[in-house]
């Protein structure tokens, strides 16, 4: 007999206790949480796979186990004719198909309202803390779902028949009736290699619509809310004023991003070159723009998987004074030029700001 302990005993009890159902939802909510935010498996199909049904089915399954911890009854037996009996085997519990169906509608319900709650607390609707408020929510049910039961007689706790279920698959499939079952069987397995086939390949090879991403700058107004509006236009050499620089991943793979902040005085050129069309003599006239004077003032970086956004509150204190300077936000995918500049830029974005030096007192 050997000495070395068994690795399940090493779990705390009401781990090992756990319902095989709730057991296996806990698994996927840890699975789904790996898939999601593991540097490698989170650019896989797997995230995919493990995130439809950890969105759509296991809230609510949880949630439903926590409601009903009894055994549910199917269709009643027809020799169950006495009404009080029926009314008794009924009491308390729903049957799996109930189950099932309250699982996909409770689950669609609960994940947008967590969401909404999450848009009104500093977090916001992003990755991250979806995936704690969801992931959190599921688990408490579990709990409060395993301790239900535990509470209930072992013959009134509910359980999924799973033995039976194989037992009845087993016999089915390879003990047919008849060659009609048979050939039926056969169908149905082929019909349901076809779309599983179908759903991976369309999970691993998904379209992929346009890459792009967002720049975009924010004020926070009275109410603190972030708007596009109301941006300081008046600054004061020395005095910092409050900006909000944002970006949005839409690139369908995770990019390493570099902001440079810029004070520019420019001025504007006016070109003129003659060109001879089929029509006649036109002269074409263009502006240019050049930099007279620029003061760099920061410089942030961030790193924004597929569809994340980053937001970043700071502030601008100007050191150049002028009239009608430009202060520009330069978008770079990884690292910031030698000389960055509004042309080599990936995005960009700018205001006409006029500073003014401090006043003598």
């Known amino acids: 007999m050997s000495d070395r302990p068994d690795p399940w005993l090493l779990l705390p009890a009401p781990v090992r206790r756990l319902p095989a159902d709730l057991a296996a939802v806990t698994l996927l909510v840890l699975l789904t949480v790996v898939a999601v935010f593991a540097p490698v498996v ?11 049904p950890f969105v759509l089915f296991v809230p609510g399954y949880a949630f439903v186990a926590a409601l009903f911890p009894e055994a549910g009854e199917g269709p009643v037996d027809e020799e169950l004719e006495d009404p009080e009996a029926v009314e008794a085997s009924r009491d308390g519990g729903i049957d799996g198909i109930e189950r099932v169906a309250l699982s996909f509608g409770l689950s669609i319900a609960i994940v947008p309202l967590i969401g909404l709650v999450l848009n009104f607390t500093p977090w916001g609707i992003r990755l991250t803390p979806i995936m704690v408020a969801v992931s959190g929510f599921t688990l408490v049910a579990v709990a409060l779902g395993a301790v239900r039961r535990w509470e209930l007689p072992q013959e009134e706790r509910f359980s999924v028949p799973y033995r039976s279920w194989i037992a009845g698959g087993r016999e ?3 003990e047919p009736d008849s060659r009609a079952d048979a050939a039926l069987n056969v169908v149905l397995v082929l019909s349901i290699l076809l779309a599983v086939s179908s759903v991976g390949y369309a999970v691993a090879v998904p379209k992929q619509g346009e890459s792009f991403s967002e720049l975009y700058l924010l004020t926070q107004n009275e109410t603190g809310d972030l ?42 050129v006016t070109n003129e070159s003659r060109v001879r069309s089929a029509n006649g003599t036109v002269t074409p006239v263009y502006n240019e723009t050049r930099v ?60 006409w700001v006029n500073v003014s030096r401090t006043t003598s007192r």
Do not use: C, K
């Open 227 to 268: 708007v596009a509006d109301d941006y300081p236009t008046e600054f004061t050499h020395g005095e910092p004023r409050e900006l909000v620089v944002g970006i949005g991943n839409h690139e369908h793979e995770t990019v390493n991003y570099s902001v440079v902040v810029m004070l520019q005085n420019v001025t504007f």
């Open 42 to 52: 989170r650019e896989t199909p797997l995230r995919i796979v493990l995130g439809l």
């Open 172 to 174: 089915e499939m390879f």
């Open 292 to 351: 007279l004077e620029e003061e760099r003032m920061r410089t942030f970086e961030t790193t924004l998987g597929q569809n994340e956004t980053w937001i970043q509150p700071h502030s601008i204190e100007p050191t150049m004074a002028g009239e009608d300077l430009r202060l520009t936000y330069l978008l770079y995918r990884g690292e910031v030029p030698s000389e960055p500049s509004v042309d080599g830029a990936y995005r960009e974005v700018h205001l």
